[in-house]
């Protein structure tokens, strides 16, 4: 019979995105207009923007260099939601993930940061790339 170590104890692998998740409070609704979008962001000085549904949960995120076509036109812009707009969507990050598995897929999708979601979709915070780079290479070997 072989037996393995806890999952704590294998180099680096006992950790979990929830190790490496930050907060970020900043959220717009997908029924937001690109206008409001581009106002939020430029005013946080912000590269990003997490985009809930109508429910509260995660959508996904839009960045600026996303909304940079649909604010040529300022009357599209006002007019056009958030959600007709092609942004970052699932699937999230959860919690309990391995910190490994997660910077391999961010690496594979190239995103810089991917939002972190309980069971139910709600939003508990991100990762970004270099973060998890951080931790993994600090992690004893």
Do not use: K
């Amino acid at each position: 019979m072989t037996t393995h170590p806890p999952q704590a104890t294998r180099a680096g692998r006992g950790l979990t995105v929830a190790d490496a998740m930050e907060p970020f409070d900043y959220q717009i609704t997908d029924d937001s207009s690109i206008d409001r979008a581009d106002d939020i962001l430029r005013s946080a000085d912000l590269d990003y923007l997490l985009v809930r549904d109508h429910n509260g949960r995660c959508e996904g995120l839009v960045t600026r260099t996303s909304l940079q076509p649909f604010l040529t036109h300022l009357w599209y812009a006002e007019r056009t939601a958030i959600s007709a707009t092609t942004h970052q969507r699932g699937p999230f990050a959860w919690p309990t993930m391995g910190l490994r598995l997660a910077a391999i897929a961010m690496r594979i999708r190239h995103l810089a940061v991917w939002p972190v979601v309980d069971d139910d979709g709600y939003l508990l915070g991100v990762i970004t790339a270099d973060r998890a780079t951080g931790l993994l290479a600090a992690a004893p070997a």
